[in-house]
């Protein structure tokens, strides 16, 4: 059974960092695509940030590029997110998803497996 664990997640002022952290049980994560994507109250879920499947080839929402870094350590079936210089828009419950193939698409309807996610709260 495929298993997805976010942690990391907390409340920081804006210009704060974290690191989420998604830890992935049941496959070796070496086989797919994997991605960050949020969703804040009222809001549609988006995308964040995605990387292939060796992390040769990483995208960014705008939003976030140049603020937030995702990488990946397959050995240990983890994928991060470091967030910096957080925002108050940055607030959001936020997911990582992971997909069959080399591929991560920015589109969360290719996306087959879920974590619960971790709320993310930035405010004064």
């Known amino acids: 059974q495929v298993q997805l664990v976010e942690s990391g997640g907390g409340s920081v002022h804006p210009g704060g960092s974290l690191r989420l952290s998604c830890v992935v049980s049941?496959?070796?994560?070496?086989?797919?695509?994997m991605g960050w994507f949020r969703q804040a109250p009222g809001k549609e879920r988006e995308e964040v940030s995605c990387?292939?499947?060796?992390?040769?080839?990483?995208s960014y929402s705008d939003s976030v590029k140049g603020r937030f870094t995702i990488s990946r350590n397959n050995p240990r079936n983890t994928v991060y997110l470091q967030m910096n210089n957080l925002k108050p828009e940055d607030t959001a419950v936020y997911y990582c998803?992971?997909?069959?193939?080399?591929?991560?698409?920015?589109?969360?309807?290719?996306?087959?497996?879920w974590g619960q996610g971790t709320q993310v709260t930035v405010s004064s």
């Open positions: 998803a992971l997909k069959p193939g080399s591929d991560a698409p920015t589109s969360d309807t290719r996306y087959n497996n």
């Open positions: 990387i292939t499947n060796y992390g040769n080839s990483r």
């Open positions: 049941g496959l070796n994560l070496d086989q797919y695509g």
